[in-house]
């Protein structure tokens, strides 16, 4: 045997086992992010010895017509699964493949806005590669796999028994791999199963979201019956971006929020305001702000891009809704907003404030294009500086948005100007580095700052441009990635209502929640979308 036949046999052999490995990986990966590790490639899987027993019994023509179909479906999975696990990394829960794909584009917006243009285009077009590469490579592995099992029935054969039996004897007694689960593995096909099951319930929800939305106990409340309890005061619900339980709770983060919140609670009682606060549960976790402020705002689960958009072309009365039939001149401040916003006009409101409208001259911090400061600084040179008739307003703040750093420090309301006076501060003009690649502790801590200055804003606020005819809710829209809270987080946000009249907070006596800023841990815990119909309730 010449030197170059054994060359040739050597690439040949390290060629397939190339292709079994990848083939095996495609079939043992696990599909969240905690159960990626080394142990979980370690077992055997039930539909790699079906897949040579189905090689050997087809007919040769058929194998790489077969072979090649069959390839490429595990191809998809593998994406499909790695898709699963970022956004079990980030969203608390998997991918799904009949509603999540609008969800992609915000995706690439982030890293465009808080890594730069170039950091965008090259991730979107790394991932069509990858995912292009994986499915052609896979389906080439089955090929090549097919091929040797032909030229090597018997040996092949006898190991498929072997494996069979050693399947059988894990399987019977249910050995483990802590953490990843038995050792004869046929998780592919329960991740199949779990796909379809997901994909029949997406197709369902459309209807079954619709039914939901046709209950709504105030659509043909009159005005004059609405919201009695707060004739004549300002009401703000401020969205507090991404702050979530973890913020109170979390041993890392919550020392210096919890000592805000209590600094806080003593500063507003000596201004003669008092507080109340509990949980609600988010219809996401980690992203998604818009579902959540949807979902209080309408009384309505919102928890995909789905339903969303079926709301928004909906006559659900909202919360800004509500306020505008009572009376009220009912305002969106949208410092997000920073294009076209066409479902703006579901939310009801008289006047929509988007980024443009603020006239900002300062440069951006992170993902916020504009500082909490500066925001509520304009909501109160718009609508509340001169005599005025009651407004409700609806405002989302950004500044404690992921990535967290850089972010801005407090002005002062009478310095901010055109907001030109943030230039002197270290901006997010240039590409940030990822929080990913970045000591999980310095990003909680940079987290910890970034709501304690939102909070504080808030407090700043009311003590400056508050007075007995103003309402506070302030509220987190979701929890912070899973990066941030750790695992078992859940989906609970801080809420609280500020009022200086003990009458407004009287209204709420019936609802269990605790005195001050910070709701204790034993707190009540209420669905998000249940909010609109008790706030509704309890001050008709």
């Not at 036949?5 to 083939?23: C, I």
């Not at 971006?241 to 913020?247: I, V």
């Not at 928004?312 to 039939?325: E, K, N, Y």
Request: charged residues 20%; contains cysteine; proline residues 6%.
């Amino acid at each position: 045997m010449t030197e170059d036949v054994v060359e040739h046999r050597g690439r040949r052999v390290v060629v397939t086992t190339l292709a079994a490995a990848l083939v095996v990986l495609a079939l043992v990966m696990p599909s969240d992010f905690d159960s990626v590790t080394p142990a979980s490639f370690l077992r055997l899987p039930v539909e790699g010895l079906l897949g040579v027993v189905l090689v050997l019994v087809l007919p040769e023509r058929a194998r790489p017509v077969v072979a090649l179909l069959c390839g490429a479906v595990l191809g998809l999975l593998l994406v499909v699964k790695a898709m699963d696990i970022g956004f079990d990394a980030v969203l608390y829960r998997p991918f799904d493949l009949v509603l999540d794909w609008p969800l992609l584009e915000p995706a690439v917006d982030y890293v465009d806005v808080t890594v730069g243009r170039f950091a965008a285009v090259a991730a979107v077009v790394v991932a069509v590669l990858l995912t292009c590469a994986l499915v052609v490579l896979t389906a080439l592995s089955a090929l090549r796999l097919s091929g040797a099992v032909g030229r090597h029935r018997l040996r092949v054969t006898r190991g498929v028994v072997v494996l069979a039996v050693a399947w059988i004897t894990v399987a019977a007694p249910g050995l483990q791999i802590a953490p990843v689960g038995p050792i004869a593995s046929h998780s592919t096909a329960e991740f199949v199963y779990d796909q379809a099951r997901r994909v029949g319930a997406g197709l369902r929800d459309r209807d079954r979201f619709a039914s939901e939305s046709a209950a709504d106990a105030f659509r043909d409340t009159a005005g004059a019956d609405l919201l009695t309890a707060l004739r004549g005061r300002d009401v703000v619900v401020a969205f507090v971006e991404s702050y979530g339980r973890a913020a109170v709770e979390h041993p890392d983060i919550a020392p210096r929020v919890g000592a805000v919140l209590d600094a806080g609670t003593r500063r507003l009682a000596e201004a003669g305001y008092a507080s109340r606060s509990a949980f609600l549960t988010s219809p996401t976790a980690g992203g998604g702000s818009w579902l959540a402020q949807a979902t209080l705002l309408s009384g309505l689960w919102v928890d995909n891009q789905q339903r969303y958009r079926t709301l928004v072309s909906s006559d659900r009365l909202t919360l800004g809704g509500a306020f505008r039939r009572a009376g009220w001149r009912s305002v969106g401040v949208m410092p997000g907003i920073t294009q076209a916003w066409p479902e703006g006009g579901f939310f009801d409101y008289d006047r929509i404030y988007a980024f443009g409208d603020l006239d900002y001259h300062g440069p951006r911090f992170g993902y916020a294009p504009a500082p909490d400061e500066f925001t509520l600084s304009r909501f109160q040179q718009f609508e509340r500086a001169a005599a005025h008739e009651p407004v409700m307003a609806a405002i989302p703040l950004l500044s404690s948005h992921a990535p967290w750093s850089p972010f801005p420090s407090a002005v002062g309301w009478d310095g901010l100007g055109d907001g030109s006076v943030y230039r002197s501060m270290t901006s997010g003009e240039a590409p940030a580095e990822s929080m990913f690649a970045r000591d999980p502790v310095s990003v909680r801590g940079d987290y910890a700052r970034s709501v304690e200055y939102s909070v504080n804003t808030l407090l700043s606020y009311v003590e400056t441009y508050g007075g007995d005819d103003l309402v506070l809710v302030f509220l987190g829209d979701h929890q912070p990635a899973p990066f941030v809270t750790g695992d078992g987080a859940g989906r609970d946000v801080p809420i609280t209502i500020v009022a200086r009249d003990p009458a407004v907070l009287a209204r709420t006596d019936g609802w269990g929640w605790t005195d001050g800023l910070e709701p204790a841990p034993d707190a009540p815990v209420r669905p998000m979308d249940t909010f609109r119909d008790q706030f509704l309730t309890a001050f008709r």
